[in-house]
C-alpha cells in the first residue's frame, strides 16, 4: 500500500435542482490518497466542505462493491471513468496523477432528469422493466425447479444479459441517449430461458414502446454503451433484442402499443 | 413485557401446516379492503411486497433508494440454501434445520427454524420460474455447491451474484405488481416514525428524501423488511453505505421489543483498512482459504515486506492453535485469532490491523493457472482495491462487521410486539441464533417475504378489530412533530464536526469494545465511551444546508443519531448476556481451549429489550428457548 497522496484540482458540476440552470465550480482536492477510491475522494473533499460551512457535492451511491448500481457519475467525459468495466466505486486514486485535472458531470439524459449536483433521477428505467421486464408468475404457482431443464449455454448467456445493474452508464455514454443496452439485456435475458418465452413478445414490444415515451433515444449503433458498461453487457443483446422486436411485430398477434404524442413523461416526473 | 412466541404445539414437521389452518382467512373479496405499508425493498420486503399484491392487498412500498433494485441483499454473494437433495447425497429438510440450529449455537427456535427449512425448497422452484439464472450442469438441471462447512451439497448459486440475481428477481416481481396498480412505490423514502392507534400499528412517518417534505403514510398493518444494523461498526463492516437501523430503532422506541443485539457476525476475510479515509470495507469470499495460508511475522513491528520474512521468522497461527482445523477454522475462531494476533502488535500493513493471506505455497503445489482458474475474479478484485498483486505477494485480511443476526422480537406470525407491527429477514431475530450459517440469509429473507407473512398478515387481518385511521388522525399529527422538533434539533447544534465524523468515531469504539472478543471492563467502558460520543455529537454537530432539499448529510446525522442511541442497546445486552454462545465471546467464558463456553442452565433464551423512556435503562425481557426435538451439544471444531 503506499500512503502516497497527490493534488488533484476538481471541476464538478453542481446544480442545486432540476429547475437550477448548473454550473461548474473548480475545488482544489489535495492530499488526496492514492489508495483511496473515487467515491472516498469525494467523501474526502465532501468532509472538508461541510466543516468549512459550504454546501456537499451531492452524489449517489451505496454498496460501494460495484453492485448495486446507485453510483455513478461521468468523469472526464467517461461514465464511470476510465477504468474498463469498472463501477465509480471500484475505480481508484491510483489511476491518477498528481496535479492532474478531473472533469466531473452527472449521467446526462433527457430521460434523467438531475436531482442535485451528481444525483439524477432514474426511476424512468424502472418503468421500462414494469412496462414487461418480468415473469408473470404468481407466488405458489410455480412447478418443481428442476421440470424444466435449460441448456447449460443458454443459461449462461441469460446470467450474463442479467448482471446489468441498472446504473444507467449505457444512457449516459449514448449520443442518442438510449437506454437500448438496458433493455436488450433484460429481454435476453428472459427470452433465453423457457420461462420467458410465453411472454416474449408482449414484453418486447411493451419494453420498447415505453422507453420511447420516457424520452430515451434510438440506437443507430455507436457502441459507446458496451464499452462503458460496468458489467460488459455485450451489444449483441441489443441483435437479440432487435430479432425478438421484429418478431414479435411482424408475426405475433401482439398489438403494438402506441402512446399519445406529447412530452415524454420522464420530463414532468420532477419531485413526486 | 408480554412474549408469546405462539408456536403451534405437536410435532415439528406440522405446526406450520396446523397454524396455517389455524389463521383466519380474509376472503378474495375483501383482501383489496386492506391498505399494507411494507419498508424496505431487500429480498424480504420486494418479496412480501410482490406477494402481498399478487393476494389483492393494496401495497404501498418505501425504499431510501434511487430504486427498489439497490436494496443490499444485492451484494450477497455465495448462494442460497434448500433442503432440495438433488444431489442425493444425504440432505433433508430435518437435517438443513438441524445444521442451521446447531450453526446458530442452539439460540434459535425450533419451530421458527424447521419451518424455514420446510419453505426452502418452494423458494428455489418460485426463483427459477421467474427466470433466476441459476448454476445449471450440462443436462440443464440446477447444479449445487457445498458451503459453509455443510456436510451436504445444498447451496443454489448463480456464480459470485446469487444476491443480486435473487434481488432483481423480486424486484420484478414487484414491477409487475406496480404495473398491475397493486403496489404504489415509494422510493427515495426514509421512515422516520411509526404510528400507532389504539397500539396498534397504523402508519409510518416518511421524509422524502428529494424534496425534504415530511409525509404521512396510514394503513392496515405495517411491514418492516429494513435490514441489519452492521454500520454500527463503519467503517469496520461490508454493509452498504446507507444501511441503517433507523426504521427498526423508531419502532423500538414506539414499544416494540429488541431482541438479542449483540449477535453480531464478523466474517474473517475481508479486504482491511487502510486508510482513515476509507468508508467501509469489502468481503473476499471465505472460499480464498481453501488454498491460502494465514500467517503473521513472528515478531512484533516487523516492518519487513513479507518476501523478506524468511519461513522460520513466520507465524502461522491458525495452523499452529488449531491443527486439525489450521486456515479453515470457522469465522468466529478465525476472525477472533486475527484480532488477538494484531492486538499483540504483529498486525501487518500500513495500520497493523491486518494478517496475511499467502498463496506461494498453493502456487508453487498446483501452479498458477490453476490457481487463477480457481480464484481468478477474488484476485482481480483484490488488485483493483489495493493495488496489489497477490500473485506475487501475500494478500492482506483482516475481519468486518457483515450480519446482524439479532433484530426486533418477532413471534412466529413474525409479528413483533407492537400488534400490526411485521417484521421480516435480517430486521427481526428470528431464524438464526447466535450465529448465521452461509447462504442462510438469501434463504431466510425469501421465505419470510413469499411463504410466511402472506398466510400471517392475513390471519392478523381477518382476526382483529382495525378502526377506520387516516393521515389526518392525531397521532399522525403528533408523529410528525416530533419528527420535524429532531429535524430541527439537530440543525439548531451549528458545531463544527459532520456525521460521517461521529459514525466513524462509533464505528471505532464498538468495533475495539464489542467487537470479536469481549470482556466486562471493555464494554463497560465502550458505554462510557458511546454515551460521551452521543453527548459530543448533540453539542458539536454541523449540519449543512436545510430540511426541505436533497439533503443527504441531513440523512447522515439523523442515522447517526440512531445508531448513537442503539450502539448503547448492544452493549447492554452484550453485558446481560452471561456466556459466550456463536459470534458472542466474553472472555470470562470460554473453555481451556479458549472456545465459546455456553450456558444453557442459565441463559437459554433470546434477550429482549423494552424502551423505557429517555434516560431511562431498557427493560429487559427473556423469551426462553425450549428444544423438544434437538439435544443440546457443543459445537465442536476438533
Redesign the interface.
Known sequence: MSPETINLTLKVWRQHGPEDQGRFITYQANDIPTAASFLEMLDIVNERLIVEGQDPIAFDHDCREGICGMCGAVINGRPHGPEKETTLCQLHMRGFQDGDTIVIEPFRARAFPVIKDLAVDRRALDKIIQAGGFISVNTGQAPEANSLPVPKSNAELAFDAATCIGCGACVAACPNASAMLFVSAKISHLALLPQGRPEAAKRALAMVAEMDRLGFGNCTNHKECQVECPKGINITNIARLNREFIKAAVSSPEEIPVFPAGRPEALQMGAK | MQLDAKIPGGPLETKWDRQRFELKLVSPANKRKFHIIVVGTGLAGA?AS??LA?LGYQVKTFCI????????S??AQGGINAA?N?PNDGDSIWRLFYDTIKGGDFRAREGNVYRLAQVS??I????????I??????????ANRSFGGAQVSRTFY??G?TG??LL?GC???L??Q??AGQVT?L?RREMLDLVLVNGQARGIVVR?L??GAIERHAAHAVVLATGGYGNVFQPFTTN???SNVGAAWRAYKRGAGFANPCFTQIHPTCIPM??D????L??MSESLRNDGRVWVPKQAGDQRRPEDIPEDERDYYLERIYPSFGNLSPRDIASRAAKFQCDQGKGV??TGRAVYLDFAAAIKRLGRAEIEARYGNLFQMYE?????DPYQTPMMIYPASHYAMGGLWVDYNLMSTIPGLFVLGEANFSDHGANRLGASALMQGLADG??II?YTIGGYLAGTALGEVNESHQAFTDAEMEVNAKINRLFQIRG???A??FQIDLGHIMWEYCGMSRNDAGLQKGKQLVADLRQEFWENL?L??STG??N??LEKASRVADFLEFAELVISDALARRESCGCHFNEAFQTEEKEAKRDDAQMCHVAVWEYAGEGHEPIFAKEPLVFEFVKLVERSYK
Open positions: 418479496s410482490a406477494a399478487e433508494q434511487d430504486t427498489p433494485r439497490r436494496a443490499h444485492i451484494a432440495k438433488y425448497n418452494l428455489i422452484d418460485h426463483c427459477v420460474a421467474q427466470g439464472p441459476f448454476a445449471r450442469e450440462y443436462g440443464g438441471l440446477l448463480a456464480k451474484q443480486q440475481q432483481l424486484y420484478s416481481a414491477s409487475r406496480v404495473a412505490m422510493p422524502n428529494i424534496t452498504g453505505m446507507g487502510h486508510g479515509y476509507q468508508s467501509k469489502t468481503l500493513g500500513a483493483k482495491i489495493t493495488g496489489e413469499y411463504f402472506p463544527s464536526r459532520s460521517a465524523s454541523t449543512p444546508g432539499e436533497f443527504q448529510s
